[in-house]
Each structure stands twice: as structure tokens, then as C-alpha cells.
Nanobody, 126 residues
């Protein structure tokens, strides 16, 4: 049974930082692309960042480029999202996700991802 468990969310002031973690089990972690998504109240879930299997290739939404960094530790079956210079518009529930195997590029839409965590709340106050 595949499980993705996020942690590290919380309340932070604008300009602050948070580091999210997502621990995976039940799958061969190193063979899966990993992604982070977020969903604000009343809005659709959106892609934030993705990382390929080896960790050498990443992709970011324009809205977070230069402020967020995705990384992974395949030995620990964990993917991270370092979030700096946070803004109120970054507020939302953050989810980690993995598509099914076979992808050679990082998928950018939620429907292309198969495994999802339960989400962790990030709230940025102004």
C-alpha cells in the first residue's frame, strides 16, 4: 500500500520560510517522479514543483520560481519543498504526489498523478 505523508506546514509571516517534507512508503521511491501541488480555498489544485527520479532535474511554476526549491533524498524515501520569501498568496493546502511509472518528463497537471498525500496546511499572514 502506497503512502505519502506530508509534514512541516504551519503559520508564518510574509517573508518567512517553511520546509515541507513528504515521506513515501510502499513504492520504490527512486523510480518515481515526485511533485508538489497546492490548493487554496475556492481554487483548483495547481502544480508547484516537480523533480525527476535522480533529483538532477526540476521544474517550477512561474509563481514560485526563485523562492521555492524542491529536492529529494532517495535513501530516505523523502521529497522536500523549501519555501522562502513566502507571500500571502502562497497560502493553501500543499500536497505531494507521484505519477505512475513510465513518465520521462515531469507532469504538470493533477490528473496525471496517481498517488497523493493527505496534505499539509500552509498559511502566510500579511
Amino acid at each position: 500500500q502506497v503512502q505519502l505523508v506530508e509534514s512541516g506546514g504551519g503559520l508564518v509571516q510574509a517573508g518567512g520560510s517553511l520546509r515541507l517534507s513528504c515521506a513515501a512508503s510502499g513504492l520504490t521511491f527512486s523510480t518515481y517522479i515526485q511533485g508538489w501541488f497546492r490548493q487554496a480555498p475556492g481554487k483548483e489544485r495547481e502544480f508547484v514543483a516537480g523533480i525527476k527520479r535522480s533529483g538532477t532535474s526540476t521544474y517550477y511554476a512561474d509563481s514560485v520560481k526563485g523562492r521555492f526549491t524542491i529536492s529529494r533524498d532517495n535513501a530516505k524515501n523523502t521529497v522536500y519543498l523549501q519555501m522562502n520569501m513566502l507571500k500571502p498568496e502562497d497560502t493553501g493546502v500543499y500536497y505531494c504526489a507521484a505519477p505512475q511509472g513510465g513518465w520521462t518528463t515531469i507532469p504538470l497537471t493533477p490528473r496525471e498523478y496517481y498517488y497523493w498525500g493527505q496534505g499539509t496546511q500552509v498559511t502566510v499572514s500579511s
